[in-house]
C-alpha cells in the first residue's frame, strides 16, 4: 500500500462528517432559497426566483455597505492591534512564549456571547467605567460608549482579535530571525529593516488574519446587536431577523447565498495570492 | 501544496460541478416540500383525558417555571417530570413539526392558533380541569382558541412604557411618552416587529392590527421619527433600564418586576400602560399530537393553575398568571407600584392582542419593520 492510500483512509471520518455536516446543509439552504412560506408559516421547497430579487433591493444596500465598513475597520484595527502583540511574543517571548499565547487564547474559550454581554455591563451609562471615571471626577455623566458603531467595532474586534494574532504570529515563528540580523548589519534602521525585511516576511500571516478576521466580522450579528445601535443594523442581523423573527426561512436562505458568494470573492482573491506567493515569493513582493 | 493546487486539473473542477449540479437536480425534487417532513397523526380525535398515562416531557421558556411545582406533581402522582428548554418559539416549532415528542409546550396565541390549523394539538375539554373554574374570564374563547379546547393560559404581560422617575419628568400616560424629550438620545423601542409596529398604530390612531398599506406607511414614518430620537432597538429592556442606559424603554410588564428587583433604587423606576392601548400578550399551555403521555399532562396543567401552585410559581417567575390564585400573587408581589399589575377584565376594549393570522399581512408588517431597521 502506498503512503498516500493509506493516509487516505483517515480523510473518511472527517470527510463524511464534512459532507453531512456541511456540504449537504448547505445544499439545503441554496435549495430553500427557492422556496417560499406557506400560509402557516412553514417554509417550503420550490423554484421561485422571488427571494433573490427581493435580496436585490436597493433598501439593502446602505445594510451591506455598512457591514463591509465595519468589517474593514476591524480587519485594520485588528492588525494594528494584534501585529506588535504576535511581533513581541515572537520575537521576546522567550521561555514565555507558549504562556503569553495560552493567556491570549484562554478568554477565548468563553463564548463570543457571553463576553459581548460582560461589554455591554462595562460599558454601559452607568456601568463600571462610566462609574469608575466618575468616582475619580474625570467626568459629570456618563460618556455614551454602547449603543454607537464604534462599540460595534470595538466589540468585532474584541471577538475576533485572535484570529490576526495567530497566524501572524506563526509566519513570525517561521521566519529566519537572521535575516533580521542582515538587515542591521546592512546599517539598516529598525524601521527599515522592519518594513523591508519582517513586513514582506510575514506578508501571508497579515492576509490570513485579514481574511480570517474580515469575512466573519461581515457577517457577525452579536456584536451589533447586543453593542449596537438604531444606526448600526448589519447583514447577520437582517439575516437572523428572517429566521427568527420574521419567519421567512427562504428569504433569510437567499440572503444567506447571496452573502457566502459575495465573501467567496474575496476568500478568491486570497487564494490567489498565496497561491502566487507559493509559486513565485519573489515576484509576489518576497526576499 | 498550494492552496490552488495545479495537480487539481480543469477537467477535476468540470466533473464536481457536474457532481454539484447533479445535486442540485436532486433537490429539485424537494418542490413542494415543507422543510420538516410530515409527523405521523395519531388516527383518534377524541379529546383526551386528564389521567396518569406515564411520565412528561416539558418543552417550555428557561426559568418559566418553578421547579418545585414539578417537584410536587412527581411526588403526588409518582411519575417523572422532565423539562427542556427553548429561547424562541420559531426554533419550538420547528423541532415540534419535525416530530419532537413533547408533552407540554408553552406558545404565544398566534403559534397556538397556527399548531392547531396544522393539526398538531391534542383536543381537549377544558371542563375536565378541577381548576377550570378560576381562569380568568378573559382566555374563554379567545379568537386563537374559540371554544377553549387545546389551550390553557399559563402566565401574560402587557406592553407599555417603563421609565426612570428620577430622570424624566412629564409622563401622560400615552404611547407619546416615547419621544418625552427628557429621554432624547436615551430610549429604546423593543425590538420586536409586532409592539414596535403596535404602538406606532396606536398613536397614530389606527387598529392596532390595521393591514392597511397606506395607515402602515404612516406608522412607519412615526417609528423612523422615534429611531431618530432613540438610543437603540432592543429587547434586552430588563438590562439597558439597570444599567442606566434607558431612561425610557417601551417594555413587558414583567421586565419592570425584574428590574426592580435587581436595583438599589427600585423606587426610581415606573411603569405605565397607554391610554390608546394595552397590548396584552400570553403564553398559553398546548399538548402537541406527538406527546407521549397527553393524560399526564392535561393532569399536570390542572396542577398548574391549582391556586396555591400559581401563587408559588408567580413569586418564583414573577410573571402574571390569569388563574385565581396567580392573581392575588402577582398584585402582591408589585403592591408598591400598582401600575404594573394589570386587571384584565377590567381593561374591557382597551385590552388588545396581536393577530396576523393572515400571512399575506405579517408579510407587509415584516417587510415595514425590515425597512425601518435597515433605513
Not at chain 2, 390569569?322 to 408581589?333: E, H, I, M, N, R
Request: aromatic share 12%; net charge negative; hydrophobic share 45%.
Amino acid at each position: 500500500m502506498s503512503d498516500r492510500a493509506f493516509w487516505s483512509r483517515f480523510l473518511l471520518p472527517g470527510g463524511l462528517w464534512l459532507l453531512l455536516l456541511f456540504a449537504v446543509p448547505i445544499c439545503l439552504v441554496l435549495a430553500l432559497s427557492f422556496g417560499y412560506t406557506d400560509d402557516l408559516g412553514r417554509a417550503v421547497y420550490s423554484n421561485t426566483l422571488a427571494n433573490y430579487t427581493d435580496a436585490f433591493d436597493p433598501l439593502y444596500i446602505p445594510v451591506l455597505l455598512r457591514s463591509i465598513g465595519y468589517a474593514l475597520a476591524t480587519a485594520v484595527l485588528c492588525l494594528l492591534l494584534g501585529y506588535p502583540i504576535a511581533y513581541y511574543i515572537a520575537r521576546y517571548g522567550g521561555r514565555r512564549k507558549h504562556l503569553l499565547i495560552a493567556l491570549l487564547v484562554i478568554p477565548f474559550f468563553v463564548n463570543y456571547l457571553v463576553r459581548t454581554y460582560a461589554w455591554v455591563a462595562l460599558l454601559a451609562d452607568e456601568g463600571l467605567l462610566n462609574s469608575a471615571l466618575k468616582d475619580v471626577g474625570l467626568i459629570d455623566t456618563g460618556i455614551q460608549f454602547v449603543n454607537t458603531p464604534y462599540a460595534v467595532i470595538g466589540g468585532l474586534v474584541y471577538g475576533y482579535l485572535v484570529f490576526m494574532i495567530l497566524p501572524i504570529y506563526a509566519s513570525l515563528e517561521r521566519m529566519d530571525g537572521a535575516l533580521i540580523e542582515a538587515g542591521k548589519d546592512l546599517f539598516g534602521k529598525p524601521s527599515r529593516v522592519f518594513l523591508h525585511v519582517t513586513l514582506p516576511q510575514t506578508k501571508q500571516g497579515i492576509l490570513a488574519g485579514c481574511v480570517l478576521v474580515f469575512l466573519p466580522a461581515v457577517g457577525d450579528f452579536v456584536s451589533a446587536q447586543l453593542l449596537g445601535g438604531p444606526d448600526t443594523y448589519m447583514v447577520g442581523n437582517l439575516i437572523q431577523d428572517q429566521f427568527f423573527a420574521a419567519s421567512n426561512w427562504p428569504f433569510g436562505s437567499a440572503l444567506t447565498v447571496v452573502m457566502m458568494l459575495f465573501l467567496s470573492i474575496w476568500m478568491l482573491g486570497y487564494l490567489r495570492s498565496a497561491a502566487r506567493e507559493a509559486r513565485d515569493p519573489v515576484a509576489a513582493g518576497g526576499v | 501544496m498550494s492552496p490552488l493546487d495545479p495537480r487539481l486539473s480543469r477537467r477535476q473542477l468540470f466533473r464536481a460541478g457536474a457532481g454539484g449540479a447533479l445535486g442540485l437536480y436532486g433537490l429539485g425534487a424537494l418542490g413542494g416540500c415543507t422543510v420538516e417532513r410530515p409527523i405521523d397523526k395519531p388516527e383518534s380525535t377524541a379529546p383526551i383525558k386528564p389521567e396518569i398515562d406515564g411520565d412528561i416531557l416539558l418543552y417550555n421558556w428557561a426559568q418559566y417555571m418553578d421547579p418545585a411545582i414539578k417537584q410536587g406533581f412527581s411526588d403526588k402522582y409518582g411519575v417523572e417530570v422532565n423539562e427542556i428548554n427553548f429561547d424562541n418559539l420559531e426554533a419550538m416549532v420547528t423541532k415540534l413539526r419535525a416530530g419532537g415528542q413533547y408533552d407540554i409546550i408553552w406558545p404565544s396565541t398566534e403559534y397556538a392558533y397556527r399548531l392547531h390549523q396544522e393539526g398538531l394539538l391534542h383536543r381537549f375539554d377544558r371542563a375536565s380541569l378541577s381548576n377550570a373554574d378560576g381562569i380568568s374570564s378573559f382566555y374563554d374563547g379567545g379568537w386563537w382558541d374559540p371554544e377553549n379546547e387545546y389551550t390553557v393560559p399559563y402566565a401574560y404581560y402587557t406592553t407599555g412604557i417603563a421609565w426612570r422617575n428620577d430622570i424624566v419628568s412629564g409622563m401622560t400616560g400615552s404611547w407619546n411618552d416615547l419621544t418625552n424629550p427628557d429621554g432624547a438620545g436615551k430610549m429604546f423601542i423593543l425590538d420586536d416587529f409586532q409592539e414596535a409596529i403596535g404602538e406606532a398604530n396606536l398613536i397614530n390612531g389606527w387598529d392596532l392590527n390595521t393591514a392597511d398599506p397606506n395607515e402602515l406607511d404612516v406608522s412607519k414614518q412615526t417609528l423612523l421619527d422615534q429611531k431618530e430620537f432613540a438610543r437603540g432597538i432592543s429587547t434586552n429592556s430588563t438590562q439597558n433600564l439597570v444599567n442606566g442606559t434607558a431612561v425610557i424603554h417601551q417594555a413587558w410588564n414583567g421586565d419592570i418586576v425584574n428590574v426592580r428587583n435587581q436595583v438599589d433604587n427600585p423606587e426610581d423606576f415606573s411603569y405605565e400602560t397607554c391610554k390608546e392601548g394595552v397590548p396584552v400578550g400570553s403564553d398559553l399551555m398546548c399538548i402537541p399530537i406527538t406527546a407521549r403521555s397527553p393524560g399526564t399532562a392535561l393532569k399536570f396543567m390542572d396542577w398548574v393553575i391549582q391556586p396555591d401552585n400559581a401563587a408559588q410559581n408567580v413569586m418564583w417567575n414573577g410573571y402574571p398568571q390569569p388563574v385565581d390564585g396567580g392573581k392575588q400573587a402577582f398584585a402582591s408581589l408589585v403592591k408598591d407600584e400598582p401600575s404594573i399589575d394589570v386587571n384584565l377584565e377590567a381593561l374591557g376594549d382597551g385590552g388588545m392582542e396581536y393577530r396576523l393570522d393572515n400571512p399575506d399581512d405579517r408579510a407587509l408588517w415584516n417587510q415595514v419593520w425590515t425597512e425601518v431597521k435597515a433605513s
